[in-house]
């Protein structure tokens, strides 16, 4: 029996939170202005206040009720010889810089704080102040309005209203969820083998979901990696539990992160199984999934700038959100793309943005992994402004150091700011030239096309910040446009400095002299902020979850994961045993052939004449995997000159979807042929081909990425960073085993299947390689390895 619903529960909010979701109203505005920085915030808080007489109060802490809600704030200021309360804000250039939306919220909150003021201190009329101050100059405009108590009450009230209307929907809608999850059961009525094992590890990292250390603060920041074998059903083995714990330990959100569109659709499939299973006793599910798109893939207008003035889907926007909002709410819980789209356009407003605003009200969020982990991470800011406790699910977290290192990593083209000097003019081409001279003092000595530095050069910096500075004066008065290359530049420069303001040993600068050109004089490079090593960066990330569960077939050795990703020193372990055996897998390790670069010659008639025996003995459909498109055709090319029986079709360089299914096409059941792919490419992992879809694999390569100096400087830094040794397998072994690991995965999916795997290349006949390989694989016919665990 379920509880009633409770809508007279106490509610707290902030004036913030409270103005931001009743008070925004106009268009959506993203022109791009630069705004002052945090630091610059504070210090112009503290330079009105300590303008201010001795009896001016700073930093006031108020709060007031309206029925059961509780709205508390801190207001900048108070002058009480003028009785005048004071907004603060910072502004760069010209005041009408400040968006009408903007100036709305701002004008918001000052009335808030001045109602909250009037009745602490029982006045019955005040001034309320607007407190512009420019960055730079410290020039102060004060716009103010004289209210009555009883003005600035009706004012709180009707806010306040509009407030509980939805907070009271949002507690019913939480205590049906809960009660709806609590009451949940496995939607395929049993667990595959190995997915109750996952499930049960994936609930426990909850941990008990109450207040329990001295200071009262909720335990969190728990992390588990769990390697779970390809086929046990991973996704909805860790959206299960998570859910169920959602109810029963007092989660807020739950946040399944994906690299690639396959785990995106696989996540979207399973949680509409759980809608199919919960609208038996509602019509709609009392869980609402947002599914988080890309802007380039829901853009309605991708000729318009993202304001009133040239998108019609932004004009009036603030205005039209609030009846979008309720509409989608009342109509569907599942927010995919179409849904999201169909209410955005009936409401005349903008689908990305709305889904990005719907993301305060979901339940559950699928997003790409940039979403909380980048730096600029929408997901990530949300659950640290608002308190929320999620539960974060990472998909394929094999993927994460890479991509991480991606997000964590800034270049700076020498072409781009030649662009930008000859589009340049006053003191912004001052600056530039200044930063020119100091960007070719980095590479006036050097020899080598490829060098890496432990620092970065003061100077360097120094004319990159003021370089900055400079186009981000001259844009307060005359805001820049996509494509002007002067905002192409800044734009790099603001993430480049950023990543300098937080450079350390887990990082290289990079400088790559370009080729020479015809016609250009003087040299030009690329400079490069090249992140190495994630992890300090995403432990704010870590610590922000309540649990976060990092799963993979592949995260063999789990060290190797806990130190790129900053992962805490106590983080659980899980393996789970694979539900496949060693009889549905013949592995084969062709010990006699090498695939390294100088060998390749010599490999391709002895690994084509293996193909062709292996076809001719079991005829089938069949993967082979080549460390790059080179060594890919000339092994095809030798096959289809010595045995052009042998039916085969080839992956190429920048395939599109309607060619990537093409090629999975021909992948049919009674099918003939061996396929050839580029290991690590999009058909080495996220493919799906059971029964006799395919039914083996060669994989002519170790994997290992290529010796090149930038491979090798990372090397350098990784042995600096973690100790000398770890160096050539962080870079070098455990990513290239990895790709093998997963490559192998596409054959066997289901406890049916059967098939054969030859490893090519003589190191996997090293122990420290084959040690890395899955314990249940029997190698050349040996038995499987007993379980590490």
């Not at 390809?230 to 994906?258: E, H, M, N, Y």
């Not at 994630?534 to 870590?542: C, I, K, S, V």
């Not at 993967?623 to 055709?633: G, I, K, N």
């Not at 962080?730 to 995965?745: D, E, I, M, S």
Request: glycine share 8%.
């Amino acid at each position: 029996m379920t509880t009633p619903l409770q809508t007279s529960a106490p509610l707290t909010v902030s004036v913030r939170a409270l103005c931001a979701f009743t008070a925004r109203t106009g268009d959506l505005d993203l022109r791009f202005t630069p705004a002052p920085s945090a630091l610059e915030g504070m210090e112009s808080h503290r330079l009105v206040q300590g303008r201010r007489g001795d009896g001016y109060e700073a930093e006031v802490a108020l709060s007031g009720l309206f029925q059961q809600l509780t709205v508390r704030g801190r207001a900048d200021g108070f002058d009480a010889t003028r009785q005048q309360l004071e907004e603060i804000k910072t502004y760069r250039g010209q005041l009408d810089g400040v968006r009408p939306h903007q100036r709305a919220l701002h004008w918001a909150q000052a009335r808030v704080y001045g109602h909250l003021l009037c009745q602490a201190r029982g006045l019955t009329r005040l001034q309320v102040a607007l407190v512009y101050v420019q960055t730079g100059t410290g020039q102060e405009t004060e716009l103010v309005e004289t209210h009555t108590a009883a003005d600035l009450q009706a004012h709180f009230e009707a806010l306040c209203t509009r407030y509980l209307d939805w907070a009271h929907s949002e507690q019913q809608h939480r205590q049906a969820r809960d009660a709806a999850l609590a009451a949940l059961t496995f939607p395929h009525g049993s667990f595959r083998a190995g997915q109750r094992e996952l499930a049960v590890a994936v609930y426990r990292n909850v941990g008990p979901g109450h207040r329990d250390d001295k200071d009262g603060n909720e335990d969190g920041g728990r992390c588990l990696l769990a390697q779970a074998p390809t086929g046990i059903g991973k996704t909805l083995g860790t959206l299960f539990p998570l859910l169920q714990a959602s109810a029963r330990k007092g989660l807020d959100k739950l946040f399944f992160l994906t690299a690639k569109g396959t785990g995106h659709a696989l996540a979207l499939d399973a949680l509409a199984r759980v809608h199919e299973q919960l609208r038996t006793s509602s019509p709609i599910p009392p869980l609402r999934v947002l599914d988080v798109l890309a802007r380039d893939k829901v853009c309605e207008h991708p000729d318009k700038a993202c304001h009133g003035e040239s998108c019609p889907l932004a004009q009036g926007f603030y205005d039209r959100l609030p009846a979008a909002r309720h509409a989608l709410v009342q109509h569907t819980s599942l927010w995919d793309g179409p849904a999201v789209r169909t209410t955005a356009l009936a409401h005349g407003i903008c689908p990305y943005y709305l889904a990005q605003e719907m993301a305060h009200w979901c339940d559950v969020a699928v997003a790409d992994y940039h979403y909380f982990y980048d730096s600029a991470a929408m997901l990530y800011a949300l659950t640290v402004a608002h308190g929320w406790k999620v539960g974060v699910l990472v998909d394929e977290a094999h993927n994460l150091p890479d991509r991480a290192r991606r997000m964590y990593t800034a270049e700076l083209r020498h072409g781009t700011l030649a662009d930008a000097r000859a589009a340049a003019t006053g003191p912004v081409r001052k600056a530039l030239d200044a930063l020119q001279r100091q960007w070719n003092a980095i590479h006036r000595d050097q020899v080598d096309t490829y060098c890496a530095h432990p620092a970065l050069p003061e100077a360097f910096v120094q004319a990159l910040q003021r370089a900055i500075g400079a186009v981000a004066e001259a844009q307060t008065d005359a805001p820049l446009l996509p494509g002007d290359p002067v905002l192409a530049l800044y734009l790099d420069a603001l993430h480049f400095a950023a990543m300098a303001e937080q450079f350390g040993s887990h990082a290289l600068l990079d400088v790559t002299l370009d080729p020479p050109r015809y016609g250009r004089r003087g040299r030009s490079s690329t400079l490069c902020i090249r992140n190495v090593v994630p992890a300090p960066h995403l432990a704010a990330r870590h610590a922000a979850a309540h649990s976060s569960v990092l799963f993979s077939g592949t995260l063999t050795p789990p060290a190797f994961y806990r130190d790129l990703l900053g992962l805490p020193p106590e983080t659980g372990w899980v393996d789970v045993e694979s539900p496949f055996y060693s009889g549905q897998l013949a592995v084969h390790t062709v010990g006699h052939l090498s695939t390294r670069f100088a060998d390749r010659a010599q490999s391709l008639g002895p690994i084509a004449h293996l193909m062709a025996e292996q076809f001719a003995r079991l005829p089938g459909n069949y993967l082979c995997f080549a460390s790059s498109f080179d060594y890919l055709q000339r092994i095809a090319a030798q096959l289809q000159q010595a045995h052009p029986e042998v039916p085969q079709w080839q992956q190429t360089a920048g395939m599109d979807d309607a060619a990537r299914e093409a090629f999975l096409d021909r992948f049919q059941e009674g099918g003939q042929g061996i396929g050839f792919a580029v290991l690590g490419g999009a058909f080495s992992e996220g493919v799906d081909l059971p029964g006799h879809r395919l039914i083996g694999a060669f994989i002519a390569t170790l994997g290992l990425p290529q010796v090149n100096p930038v491979n090798e400087e990372m090397r350098r830094a990784m042995d600096r960073h973690f100790g000398a040794g770890k160096g050539y397998d962080y870079t070098y072994l455990f990513p290239g085993l990895r790709k093998v690991v997963q490559a192998a995965g596409r054959v066997i999916r289901t406890e049916q299947d059967q098939g054969v795997v030859f490893l090519i290349d003589d190191r996997y006949r090293r122990a420290a390689v084959r040690d890395l390989l899955p314990e249940w694989w029997a190698l050349d016919g040996a038995p499987p390895r007993p379980p590490s665990r």
